[in-house]
């Protein structure tokens, strides 16, 4: 008898949302999103990638990566999907958390 258990994985990105108080402007407050220690990365190479540049966006809560290089700078992409593995990416607010996920197991 054998036993098959299939797992839809996605990726999960959990970050912590924290409002600040605008240290230029006394009544305007911004957002400020930490990504957690525990995300459990899709693959190696991104969560290597992650080590290695900053990918995280701050003021979104979204993993970026550099999308065009100007003269001006350089402009940033949120991305949905992991660009190496193409694993989709779920953002998840720790203190606002989702639904239940869905997955697929089976077993037979
Ligand atoms: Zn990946």
Redesign the pocket.
Known sequence: MTSIILVDFTMKALFKKETLQDPESENNTYSNFTLKHDTVF??E??KKYCKKFTVWNYEQGKFAIVDQITYEGHSVQSIDF?P??G?KIDYEDENAPQKVKRKKIRAR
């Open positions: 899709c693959c190479t991104f992991c190496f593995c694993e």
